[in-house]
Nanobody, 121 residues
Framework: HVQLVECGGGLVQPGGSLRLSCASS????????MGWYRQAPGKERELIADITSGTRTNYADSVKCRFTISRDNAKNTVYLQMNSLKPEDTAVYYC???????????????WGQGTLVTVSS
Protein backbone atom coordinates (compact mmCIF):
# COMPACT_ATOMS: atom_id res chain seq x y z
CA HIS A 1 0.00 0.00 0.00
CA VAL A 2 1.03 3.63 -0.43
CA GLN A 3 3.24 5.20 2.21
CA LEU A 4 3.87 8.89 2.84
CA VAL A 5 7.20 10.14 4.17
CA GLU A 6 7.62 13.70 5.38
CA CYS A 7 10.91 15.54 5.64
CA GLY A 8 12.15 19.09 6.01
CA GLY A 9 11.32 19.77 9.63
CA GLY A 10 13.77 21.18 12.11
CA LEU A 11 14.66 24.15 14.26
CA VAL A 12 14.19 27.63 12.79
CA GLN A 13 14.25 31.13 14.24
CA PRO A 14 11.13 33.29 14.30
CA GLY A 15 10.64 34.96 10.94
CA GLY A 16 12.45 32.16 9.15
CA SER A 17 11.28 29.72 6.51
CA LEU A 18 11.10 25.98 6.01
CA ARG A 19 9.81 23.77 3.23
CA LEU A 20 8.27 20.45 4.14
CA SER A 21 8.06 17.64 1.62
CA CYS A 22 5.74 14.66 1.61
CA ALA A 23 6.88 11.94 -0.76
CA SER A 24 4.55 9.13 -1.71
CA SER A 25 5.76 5.59 -2.46
CA UNK A 26 3.17 5.46 -5.23
CA UNK A 27 1.38 7.76 -7.58
CA UNK A 28 -0.55 10.61 -6.00
CA UNK A 29 -2.72 11.13 -9.07
CA UNK A 30 -5.58 9.22 -7.49
CA UNK A 31 -5.50 11.29 -4.30
CA UNK A 32 -8.07 13.99 -4.95
CA UNK A 33 -7.61 15.63 -1.53
CA MET A 34 -4.24 16.07 0.15
CA GLY A 35 -3.44 18.14 3.17
CA TRP A 36 -1.06 19.13 5.90
CA TYR A 37 -2.11 18.86 9.53
CA ARG A 38 -0.24 19.89 12.62
CA GLN A 39 -0.44 19.01 16.27
CA ALA A 40 1.07 21.26 18.90
CA PRO A 41 1.79 19.98 22.43
CA GLY A 42 -1.43 19.64 24.40
CA LYS A 43 -3.59 20.52 21.41
CA GLU A 44 -5.69 18.61 18.91
CA ARG A 45 -4.48 17.89 15.41
CA GLU A 46 -5.71 20.56 13.01
CA LEU A 47 -5.90 20.86 9.24
CA ILE A 48 -3.89 23.87 8.12
CA ALA A 49 -3.67 23.52 4.35
CA ASP A 50 -5.21 21.33 1.68
CA ILE A 51 -5.09 20.92 -2.07
CA THR A 52 -7.34 19.08 -4.48
CA SER A 53 -6.36 17.20 -7.61
CA GLY A 54 -7.43 20.30 -9.49
CA THR A 55 -4.92 22.29 -7.39
CA ARG A 56 -7.57 24.30 -5.57
CA THR A 57 -6.14 25.24 -2.16
CA ASN A 58 -7.50 26.18 1.24
CA TYR A 59 -5.76 27.45 4.36
CA ALA A 60 -6.51 27.87 8.02
CA ASP A 61 -6.68 31.50 9.07
CA SER A 62 -3.64 30.99 11.31
CA VAL A 63 -1.36 30.27 8.32
CA LYS A 64 -3.06 32.15 5.48
CA CYS A 65 -0.66 34.34 3.48
CA ARG A 66 2.36 32.70 5.19
CA PHE A 67 2.13 29.06 4.11
CA THR A 68 1.73 27.65 0.60
CA ILE A 69 0.74 24.09 -0.28
CA SER A 70 1.57 22.64 -3.67
CA ARG A 71 1.76 19.26 -5.36
CA ASP A 72 4.01 17.83 -8.04
CA ASN A 73 2.25 14.83 -9.50
CA ALA A 74 5.27 13.89 -11.60
CA LYS A 75 7.39 13.59 -8.42
CA ASN A 76 4.55 12.14 -6.32
CA THR A 77 5.26 14.81 -3.75
CA VAL A 78 3.31 17.45 -1.86
CA TYR A 79 5.04 20.47 -0.37
CA LEU A 80 4.35 22.99 2.35
CA GLN A 81 6.34 26.20 2.07
CA MET A 82 6.28 27.98 5.42
CA ASN A 83 7.38 31.61 5.66
CA SER A 84 7.38 34.16 8.46
CA LEU A 85 7.36 31.38 11.01
CA LYS A 86 6.19 32.13 14.54
CA PRO A 87 6.80 30.28 17.83
CA GLU A 88 3.14 29.25 17.78
CA ASP A 89 3.82 27.31 14.57
CA THR A 90 5.83 24.83 16.64
CA ALA A 91 4.21 21.43 16.15
CA VAL A 92 4.50 18.03 14.57
CA TYR A 93 3.39 18.35 10.96
CA TYR A 94 1.63 15.48 9.23
CA CYS A 95 0.93 14.82 5.58
CA UNK A 96 -2.48 13.36 4.73
CA UNK A 97 -3.81 11.93 1.48
CA UNK A 98 -7.37 10.96 0.63
CA UNK A 99 -9.38 9.43 -2.13
CA UNK A 100 -12.84 10.93 -1.85
CA UNK A 101 -15.81 9.39 -3.59
CA UNK A 102 -19.29 10.77 -4.27
CA UNK A 103 -20.56 13.20 -1.63
CA UNK A 104 -16.98 13.44 -0.34
CA UNK A 105 -17.16 9.99 1.18
CA UNK A 106 -13.65 8.97 2.21
CA UNK A 107 -12.64 5.81 0.35
CA UNK A 108 -8.98 5.76 1.37
CA UNK A 109 -6.88 7.77 3.80
CA UNK A 110 -3.13 7.64 4.30
CA TRP A 111 -1.03 9.46 6.92
CA GLY A 112 2.65 10.19 7.12
CA GLN A 113 4.64 9.67 10.30
CA GLY A 114 5.06 13.37 11.02
CA THR A 115 7.98 15.76 11.15
CA LEU A 116 8.75 18.16 14.00
CA VAL A 117 9.00 21.88 13.37
CA THR A 118 10.35 24.01 16.21
CA VAL A 119 10.30 27.80 15.93
CA SER A 120 12.49 29.33 18.60
CA SER A 121 15.28 31.82 19.06
Amino acid sequence: HVQLVECGGGLVQPGGSLRLSCASSGSILSFNFMGWYRQAPGKERELIADITSGTRTNYADSVKCRFTISRDNAKNTVYLQMNSLKPEDTAVYYCNANILGPLSRRLLEVWGQGTLVTVSS
